[in-house]
């Protein structure tokens, strides 16, 4: 009912494209430095961190972004990102924690599989470029084991 109600018709809706880097990773057609799944939800690190620990939580539903979204999957991807953003507050200590969201091209959305961004966050530590600057997955895999463990 609430879906069809804001169901999102606009001229701009984006169609999903099965091959974009999340779908994939989804397939396990490529690889991720992997922190939790379960049936509805994939989390992993970010390739190309603006702050260390920056962590993704995307949904396993198949949608660009938090307009065409279900509302059952919206759900689950919201708890599951407080969940993430707990661990890493456990796990990484830092006194902020930033959650973000971009959706369409014109708020910076690179990726086109909703997913959220959760940042530990430090006062004097400036965020780095958005989606700039790749990184060995070597170097992310220990911080990934960290936030594992305290889950
Ligand atoms: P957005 O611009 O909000 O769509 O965010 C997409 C994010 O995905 C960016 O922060 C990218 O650094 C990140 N990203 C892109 N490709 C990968 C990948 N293969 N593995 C992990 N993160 C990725």
Known sequence: MLDDLYKYNGDDAMAYDPNNIFARIL?????CVKIYEDEDVLSFLDIMPQVEGHSLVIPKEAACD???LSSASASRLIVATQRIARAIKSAL???GIMVMQLNGAAAGQTV???????????????????????????????????IRAAL
């Open 27 to 31: 397939r396990k057609e490529l690889p």
């Open 66 to 68: 938090i307009l065409d």
């Open 93 to 95: 200590k830092p006194p």
């Open 112 to 146: 086109p599989h909703i997913h959220f961004h959760v940042l530990p966050r430090h006062e004097g530590i400036d965020m780095k470029l958005h989606a700039r600057q790749m990184v060995d997955p070597k170097v992310l895999e220990p911080i990934a084991a960290r």
